[in-house]
């Protein structure tokens, strides 16, 4: 009896994996996942909210993939460790990441999708820092491995500011806003959203400056560089029927893609 229950038992063991391994394989087939790096805390531009990643970058790749039939699978660290992941090969690309001379050296990227500018920010009650070109001798924060402080460093070589690194922007806001630091240098679109939808004791101090493009990085593969190509061609195609611009207005109350 009880070896009869055995053979059953192993039978059914046997029809099972062989009908889970059939499963399995059609649904790999018919699967395509992209992974995604951002930080969890990026407002507006990709940010997580009870445990859904939202915001205007988050929009944009969801209608991208979407077209392509794609799953997006977010993979959320620090901006270095989104860095990390690109170089060791723990995601396919990244979010918010914008194209220069040596990033290029690294990375093959998509046609650019909207074009950031940097900007300065400072407590209200700051009177000294009416303008990128008063940081002479200020102590101005950055985000660790992001852009801005080479777009500084490029269209004000001479501007004199202590770069004081940061690895998140939260404590930023805090720093600046009790007066441990000076000044933040980040994304114009980011720091109006946090001041105007956050709250954040921060203003802007003085026009926006050094226009940067934005596109997605890959690792150069054949594979790559053909999905690359049908991105772009998405791309075009939410621009044409304006469904970028729906975006950007749900999330800056205006067309940021006119300013390009």
């Not at 989104?82 to 918010?96: E, K, R």
Request: hydrophobic content about 35%.
């Amino acid at each position: 009896m009880k070896k009869w229950m055995i053979l059953v038992a192993a039978a059914l063991m046997v029809l099972s994996g062989c009908s889970n391994g059939e499963d399995g394989a059609s649904a790999s087939e018919n699967e395509k996942v992209i992974k995604i790096g951002s930080s969890p805390n990026g407002y507006p531009t990709s940010f997580q909210e009870d445990g859904e990643m939202k915001g205007f970058n988050v929009d944009i790749y969801n209608a991208i993939f979407d077209a392509l039939g794609y799953e997006i699978e977010w993979v959320l660290t620090d901006w270095t460790g989104v860095l990390a992941n690109l170089d060791t090969g723990n995601i396919d690309t990244a979010s918010n990441f914008a194209l220069t001379p040596e990033r290029g050296e690294k990375y093959i990227f998509t046609d650019p999708y909207y074009h950031s500018k940097a900007a300065i920010a400072v407590a209200p009650e700051n009177e000294e820092i009416k303008s990128v070109e008063d940081i002479e001798g200020a102590d101005v924060g950055t985000i660790l491995g992001t852009n801005f402080q080479n777009v500084l460093n490029e269209q004000y070589p001479d501007h004199g500011g202590n770069i004081v690194d940061y690895e998140n922007n939260e404590v930023v806001y805090r720093d600046v806003g009790a007066g441990k630091l000076d000044a933040y240098i980040f994304g114009r679109e980011q720091l109006l959203a946090m001041i105007n939808d956050k709250d954040i004791p921060l203003k802007i101090a003085g026009e926006p400056f050094g226009s940067q493009p934005v596109g997605l990085p890959f690792k150069d593969t054949e594979e790559n560089r053909a999905l690359i190509e049908d991105i772009n061609e998405v791309i075009e195609q939410l621009k044409a029927d304006g469904t970028l611009t729906g975006i950007s207005e749900d999330w800056y109350g205006e067309d940021i893609f006119t300013e390009e």
